[in-house]
């Protein structure tokens, strides 16, 4: 059995009156948008608890030494540990039963749903320790959370659709509130790579928009690290809809470049949708229009991708964490959603982007598509100042939620104290 007392202490200070905080986040690494929940939350915890001490303890199995090393230049006083808890809630690793056992408070991340809620238990159990969550949506993938919550010390929902459900199910938790995705605060950047990729493909800051692709069911038996089946029906599905949801996407690039002179750049938030941009995209376009278009053929990290969203006028497209990340600077960022993507989008319509929030089961939102990219296009900095209020509003919540989370993880920390 591991016990605490085989490793030293994963915090970066092992003494100190600062709160020691566990942060279970990291739900796959092959799309960027999960990736940016991570550094998301701890910018928050550093603006907002700097004398917390944070353990990052990634879900996904798989931790690419890109994401260590991102992580680690940002955030260079984060500690990280590897393993999992079995069914007892024992660690498989020295580092992981030193930080259960080490830290006041466990931090369930931003995600698609409470996905570590069993690890969140395991921890309260033990100790009688508190848990909370930042930043979810609730009901995705039939995860059997919904008893667990009753025990959080605080419960932020990231969309109204999420938060109201829970209200309607008489959730317990102590604080049960809205709280924007930590995706919003994520500030990592790498702009030497980015200005490369820009020079080398001829797009001129702010002289450029940003097109993502979308199969309506991800193709996780893609995913090399997943080792799932190849799914023949939800594969047909996509198939099926593919034309419906990247037609208005093709009409809008080339009304941009025909009409206003920018380049439009392909992008993808999972590595599944590179393919995609090509096949439904790119090859699809006008001839005229295609020599205008940059299709984007490799995976990119989350730090670049970031960077050339800055320097773009914008983005739209059928993702989610991109505009996040777009919105987080002040970039304006058209979303487009279908019922597979959950309620998570509504968080558009919850800060006052509305009309930059397009259901792709309405036909007359489909329609609404190409107009609003060209009115984006035609009037930038009109777009980006909608873009700072919203990024205004969102702040404001950041704000007001993270004071609720710094008065649990002090009283958490004063707890500790007391009993030492």
């Not at 199995?61 to 024992?90: C, K, N, S, T, Y």
Request: charged residues 25%.
């Amino acid at each position: 059995m591991v016990t605490a007392q085989s490793c030293a202490s994963p915090f970066a200070v092992g003494s100190g009156d600062g709160p020691r905080v566990l942060l279970r986040s990291g739900w796959q690494v092959e799309n960027i948008g999960d990736v940016a929940h991570t550094p998301g939350l701890l910018a928050l915890l550093e603006r907002h608890v700097p004398e917390a001490r944070v353990v990052f303890w990634p879900w996904y199995r798989h931790l690419p030494e890109e994401e260590v090393a991102m992580i680690r230049q940002r955030f260079p006083a984060v500690g990280i540990v590897r393993g999992e808890l079995d069914a007892a809630g024992r660690a498989s690793t020295p580092e992981l039963a030193a930080a259960m056992a080490e830290a006041d408070f466990f931090l369930h991340g931003s995600g698609p749903a409470t996905l570590a809620w069993a690890d969140a238990m395991a921890f309260r159990r033990e100790g009688g320790r508190d848990f909370g969550v930042y930043g979810v949506t609730y009901g995705l993938y039939e995860t059997p959370e919904r008893a667990a919550l009753d025990e959080a010390a605080f419960l932020f929902l990231r969309d109204s659709v999420s938060l109201g459900r829970l209200r309607g199910e008489g959730v317990k938790a102590r604080t049960l509130e809205q709280a924007p995705d930590a995706a919003f605060a994520c500030d990592v950047a790498d702009d030497a790579r980015a200005e490369a990729y820009l020079r080398d493909h001829d797009l001129r800051p702010g002289s450029f928009l940003v097109c993502l692709p979308k199969h309506r069911v991800t193709p996780m038996w893609e995913h090399v690290h997943k080792n799932r089946p190849f799914d023949a029906e939800k594969h047909t599905y996509n198939e099926r809809m593919a034309e419906h949801d990247h037609a208005p996407l093709r009409e809008a690039i080339t009304a941009v470049v025909r009409e206003t002179g920018m380049k439009v750049l392909i992008g993808h938030e999972d590595i599944t949708q590179i393919p995609i941009g090509k096949t439904w995209l790119l090859d699809r376009l006008p001839e005229d229009v295609r020599p205008r278009v940059v299709w984007r053929e490799r995976p990119w990290w989350v730090d670049e991708a970031r960077s050339i969203y800055a320097r773009s006028a914008g983005l739209f497209g059928c993702e989610m964490h991109s505009p996040i990340l777009c919105v987080g600077m002040g970039v304006p960022a058209l979303v487009v959603r279908w019922a597979e993507q959950s309620s998570k989008g509504y968080m558009w319509r919850d800060f006052g982007m509305e009309e930059w929030l397009f259901d792709f089961d309405q036909e007359a939102d489909v329609a609404r598509l190409v107009p609003a990219v060209r009115a984006l296009a035609a009037d930038p900095a009109g777009a980006r100042a909608k873009a700072e209020a919203a990024r205004g509003r969102v702040r404001q919540a950041q704000e007001a939620s993270m004071a609720k989370v710094r008065e649990r993880l002090l009283a958490a920390a004063a707890s500790r104290l007391v009993t030492r």
